[in-house]
């Protein structure tokens, strides 16, 4: 991960670094800056005009800088139409100047950043989301990987060029995207882990050194174990781990902000579906890409992910953090379709397809989060296939019982720059979940099959505000795109870290 991000004033052309990046608005590859590299670069105007280069989204040109510049490599990459730059775009830009830089083993960047421009509804210096697309672009996983199989270099040192006068905020910016960046990539380091290194009670000490890494900033970690757990009535996350060796348990995170306290503040719930690995139980899935459920704790590791980035950000709201974890395997023990358990809240629930295993996990740490009388709860899930069907493997779609909120969420996500996408509780489908032994079955038919496990989800948050978002998509990538990288993505946090400064406001 990169250790050092810098904010200079000097000129791009005098950095000795291994890749400077500049961002092209579209139609502008022949002038200013880019037209003075390009005309000092041998046939450098020519390369970009047959190659098409314009500075179109997507687009990107590489050259060794040949004495344009003190750079050992040049990558130019097209932004898009220049009105329409934004937070997200810069993102997106710097991540792709990391990345570019990652593949060929640069160990210094210099980013070039454009003149700041105020925009109405964002007063953060563009160095915030360029800080935070370099950490995401770098990002590599290769705890695994040994001799010539790890990479030999890395991306060490970024310099943020701006062509005004350096200020403190450009600097405090910086600074504080790297560190929300570095929070995102917890989720991704947590999916990545294999799944012999990760298991409930790894990932619950997971949780406690971070909650002691972060104590002087608020944030504090108690963890339920199985015992607890049985005391307690979570029989619904019992049920999940019967079949493992790796018994479950419940992590709580909680930050409290140290310069406010008692009323006034809100109180918000995350609530992240923690299932370590997934072999789908009795219900056992086709061992094609089984290897791929290891990332079946996307919503734990997203939800883990956030209360650090909120540890980093320290907003004015309680916040806390829950997770059921547990690791669904097959054996004697393991529940089965047809068992019926009572509930953490009471409510019995007769189980169909061991295979659908989350929202059980999620039910019992749901109505946890409704006895700390929230203002609002959201749980985060690689929940469906259906999920998946319905809007591929980019998007993550969201449920919710309070129209304003589903509104603000996805304007949350439009400021983030991540693909959320609000879908309907269908009431009708709520038939579906009626069981002749039970008060409820937890799976209905296969049609709207991500919406009635949302509707047997809010069966267990009662009246409180509530948002249920389904992140079986886009929690792992196959491939490198936009700010992500192959494997986990933290794909979310960025949007509810928006979220949480919007709740506060109202």
């Not at 079955?441 to 509707?455: E, N, S």
Request: net charge neutral; glycine share 12%; hydrophobic share 40%.
């Amino acid at each position: 991960m990169t250790s050092s991000i810098s904010v200079s004033g000097a000129d791009p052309r005098t950095q000795k670094v291994d890749t400077l990046a500049l961002g092209v608005p579209e139609g502008e590859a022949t002038v200013g800056l880019c037209g003075e590299l390009l005309g000092a670069i041998p046939g450098g105007r020519a390369e970009v005009k047959r190659q098409g280069f314009t500075g179109q989204a997507g687009q990107v040109f590489e050259s060794l800088a040949a004495g344009a510049a003190k750079a050992a490599r040049l990558v130019l990459i097209g932004l898009g139409p220049g009105e329409e730059l934004d937070g997200p775009a810069w993102r997106r830009f710097a991540a792709e100047a990391a990345r570019r830089a990652a593949a060929v083993q640069a160990t210094t960047l210099a980013v070039v950043m454009p003149a700041e421009t105020a925009r109405p509804d964002d007063d953060a210096s563009v160095a915030h989301p360029i800080a935070q697309g370099v950490v995401l672009g770098g990002y590599r996983f290769e705890r695994y990987k040994t001799g010539d199989r790890a990479a030999s270099r890395s991306l060490r040192r970024v310099v943020l060029l701006t062509p005004g006068r350096v200020t403190a905020k450009q600097k405090a910016d910086a600074d504080l995207g790297r560190r929300v960046a570095a929070a995102v990539c917890r989720a991704r380091d947590l999916i990545n882990t294999a799944p012999n290194d990760l298991y409930p009670e790894a990932m619950a000490d997971y949780a406690r050194s971070m909650a002691k890494e972060y104590k002087d900033r608020g944030l504090t970690c108690r963890v339920l174990k199985h015992g607890q757990l049985l005391t307690k009535g979570m029989n619904l996350i019992d049920a999940v781990g019967r079949g493992s060796a790796r018994k479950p348990v419940l992590i709580h995170l909680q930050y409290k902000p140290k310069t406010r306290k008692g009323a006034g503040l809100k109180r918000l719930v995350f609530v992240g579906k923690g299932v370590t690995f997934d072999t789908g139980g009795i219900c056992i899935k086709p061992a094609p890409g089984m290897e791929e459920m290891k990332g079946d704790m996307g919503g734990a590791a997203n939800t883990i992910a956030l209360m650090a980035a909120v540890a980093e950000t320290m907003p004015e709201a309680e916040v806390h953090g829950i997770v059921g974890s547990a690791e669904n395997m097959p054996d004697g023990d393991a529940y089965r379709p047809g068992d019926i358990f009572r509930s953490y809240s009471g409510k019995t629930v007769e189980v169909i397809n061991t295979d659908a295993e989350g929202r059980l996990v999620l039910a019992d740490a749901l109505h946890y989060a409704t006895e700390l009388e929230p203002d609002f709860i959201m749980d985060n899930a690689t929940l469906t296939g259906a999920m998946v069907v319905s809007l591929g493997m980019t998007y993550s779609g969201f449920f919710s019982n309070r129209e304003e909120l589903a509104e603000a969420l996805q304007a949350a996500s439009v400021r983030a720059g991540e693909r959320l996408w609000h879908l309907p509780l269908i009431e009708e489908l709520r038939e579906k979940l009626q069981s002749k032994w039970a008060d409820l079955k937890h799976v209905g038919d296969r049609w709207g099959g991500a919406i009635t496990a949302a509707l047997f989800l809010q069966e267990f948050v009662g009246d409180i505000p509530w948002i249920h978002v389904d992140v079986a998509g886009p929690s792992m990538a196959s491939k490198d795109y936009d700010i992500y990288t192959r494997g986990g993505t933290g794909q979310g946090v960025l949007t509810y870290l928006e979220l949480i400064e919007h709740l506060i406001q109202t």
